[in-house]
């Protein structure tokens, strides 16, 4: 049975590097959310690449239900940091992009160059591992 993992990993790189460019541009809001983008699609490549599903978009959850075989298990120190990327990038979802996140102002008010950089490293994390594992 064909898949469409490659197609969501080329996707999720692509994302990645829109983050980057969004960064560059100052465009930290829009960063962080490319960035979370990036991550979540590299999952849900790795989930067709192993035959299921993934719904949703809590990447923090996405990584925890993996199968065990993969490598991503809490109790273990190098994945408890991906499952962390997760969870940093779930922020991201959301309030970077409606204005109704915040008491006033708009998401560009919020969202700083450190905010983008910190986005993006947890992406590379999870589109790395995601990578990784599809090229096994």
């Known amino acids: ?33 490319s960035a979370q983008q990036a991550a979540e699609k590299a999952v849900k490549a ?12 809590a990447l ?22 991906l499952v962390d990327a997760g969870r940093i990038l779930d922020r991201f979802y959301i309030p970077t992009r409606h204005p109704n996140g915040f008491a006033d102002g708009i998401p560009a008010d919020y969202y700083t160059a450190d905010d983008c950089q910190t986005a993006i490293g947890c992406a590379e994390t999870i589109v790395r591992f995601c990578a990784d594992r599809l090229s096994q």
């Open 46 to 57: 790795l989930y067709q690449h192993l035959g299921g599903e993934a719904w949703g978009h």
């Open 60 to 81: 923090k959850r996405l990584l925890e239900e993996l199968p065990a075989e993969v490598g991503v298990t809490t109790q273990l120190g190098v994945t408890t940091q």
């Open 1 to 33: 049975m064909a898949t469409r993992a490659r197609d969501w990993l080329r996707q999720a790189q692509r994302d990645l590097e829109h983050a980057r460019r969004d960064a560059a541009d100052g465009y930290y809001e829009w960063g962080c959310f």
